[in-house]
């Protein structure tokens, strides 16, 4: 059983241009969570997601960014027209309803 | 301060020794979880306990919940180079079941061989 799977593990953007990171979910895991870390902080949420629903997005900027979790593929985060604060390191995670949840190896965007 | 929220920041100690790092946190919670992240590397899930539960132990970890006082903490017994990294507590304080984790800024430990 692969972990949480998330691509590209490192991703370079110049202001303006579009970020879409991608995250396989743990087999049978039907929740999916976005986190963003910046340099020596912790992880703060963005969003939750199931199959085809937005479940919270408390944590996500109203503007330029949006996530989806498509009855067929992997979830995606996007961000549209990146700035340089856009970067840090996206991680995703996956869980069984109410179980432990596991994190991938997050994707590092870098906006130059 | 945030929910989840670690002390010490930084601990240095010799190869051998044990370690602990205590996280306070805020609301009622769920359950709180432990996780190490290696510099640069993504987090690696170490353990979680219950709100009903007092103490859990797994190899050379031990963590005990206190929800009277809203804290916790993590103990590296017989700690090794390898040990060296980032550890975060995580809270998870949602009603309908685990789906928001709060994070502190973390622990960051150095074993010194």
């Known amino acids: 059983n692969a972990g949480v799977m998330q691509n590209p593990r490192h991703l370079v953007r110049r202001r303006g241009q579009e970020a879409r990171l991608r995250c396989s979910p743990m087999k049978g895991h039907s929740h999916v969570y976005w986190y963003r870390q910046l340099p020596e902080e912790g992880l703060k949420f963005m969003v939750y997601?199931?199959?085809?629903?937005?479940?919270?997005e408390s944590g996500m900027p109203k503007e330029r960014f949006s996530a989806e979790f498509p009855k067929e593929g992997p979830s995606i985060l996007r961000i549209q027209q990146v700035v340089r604060g856009d970067s840090a390191a996206y991680f995703c995670a996956s869980s069984p309803l109410q179980g432990e949840a596991f994190f991938g190896q997050g994707t590092r965007l870098t906006v130059v | 301060s945030q929910q989840g929220e670690e002390d010490p920041q930084a601990l240095s100690i010799q190869e051998g020794e044990n370690a602990t790092m205590n996280c306070s946190y805020k609301t009622s919670i769920n359950n709180l979880q432990w996780y190490r992240q290696n510099s640069g590397r993504g987090l690696v899930h170490l353990i979680l306990?219950?709100?009903?539960?007092r103490e859990k132990h797994s190899g050379r970890l031990r963590v005990t919940l206190d929800t009277s006082k809203k804290s916790s903490s993590l103990l590296i017994t017989a700690s090794r180079a390898a040990d060296t990294a980032s550890y975060f507590c995580?809270?998870?304080?949602?009603?309908?079941?685990?789906?928001?984790?709060?994070f502190g800024k973390g622990t960051k430990l150095s074993v010194i061989p």
């Open positions: 995580a809270t998870d304080a949602s009603g309908a079941g685990s789906y928001q984790l709060t």
């Open positions: 306990i219950r709100s009903n539960e």
């Open positions: 997601l199931q199959k085809e629903n937005i479940i919270d």
